[in-house]
């Protein structure tokens, strides 16, 4: 069974403050993606990483898919109020049956 | 807004009961999900439809079926309600059934069962 465990489940910053979301596995994975999901809605793809060691940049939200494509973290620099939800990472199989996995979350809060 | 649209938007019920919980994917979008996210099991891939037919099976309780309809929309029933089955639903859709393929997810239906 593929799993993705995400690290801090819970984080609360002020605004300003950098950060780092780790999400990891023992399973390999052919790509992973970070979702963002705020309160009463649906996650929202951010990102989808592919190649072991890719580095992509979205303003503010850096991510990084690991060498051996195991896991990946998500950086925010100077973290604002808008930031605030919960972020899901979500691995894609190396096999075509296999179906995304979710991460377990993380709930940031950023406060003014 | 995702395009992806689900109703009801809250729904309460009480144990035993049976619902059907509507979803419409995004125009032309073939490939419909359906997940459960609950606190303790995070989000969790129940059952994917791809043009009407049934493609891919997940944590989906034998309780619980699935259609996807002539139209694209899909339906998921859930029956013989339990209280452990609170939770939020989740419909997806992309536009073909590679897994890969980018999935828009609607904005829910949070069953609370009584």
């Known amino acids: 069974t593929q799993l993705l465990e995400q690290s801090p489940q819970f984080l609360s910053i002020q605004e300003g403050e950098n950060l780092t979301v780790y999400c990891n596995s023992s399973?390999?994975?052919?790509?992973l993606q970070w979702y963002r999901q705020e309160p009463g809605e649906g996650p929202v793809l951010l990102v989808t990483?592919?190649?072991?060691?890719e580095v992509k940049k979205l303003k503010r939200l850096t991510f990084q898919f690991g060498d051996a494509r195991k896991d990946s973290s998500l950086h925010i620099t100077a973290a604002q109020p808008g930031d605030t939800g919960l972020y899901l990472c979500?691995?894609?199989?190396?096999?075509?049956?296999?179906?995304?996995?979710f991460g377990t979350g993380t709930r940031l809060q950023v406060f003014p | 807004d995702s395009g992806v649209t689900q109703t009801p938007k809250h729904l309460i019920t009480a144990t035993g009961q049976r619902v059907t919980l509507r979803c419409s994917p995004r125009s032309g979008d073939l490939s419909v999900y359906w997940y459960q996210q609950s606190l303790d099991q995070g989000l969790q891939f129940l059952i994917q439809y791809y043009n009407g037919e049934e493609r891919a099976k997940g944590n989906i309780l034998e309780r619980f079926s699935a259609q996807q309809f002539p139209d694209l929309h899909s339906e998921l029933n859930l029956s013989s309600l339990e209280l452990g089955d609170s939770a939020l639903y989740f419909c997806a859709s992309s536009v073909a059934y590679d897994k890969k393929e980018t999935q828009y997810f609607g904005p829910g239906t949070r069953l609370l069962v009584l």
């Open positions: 990483v592919v190649t072991g060691g």
């Open positions: 399973s390999v994975f052919s790509s």
């Open positions: 979500a691995g894609v199989g190396t096999y075509n049956t296999d179906k995304l996995i």
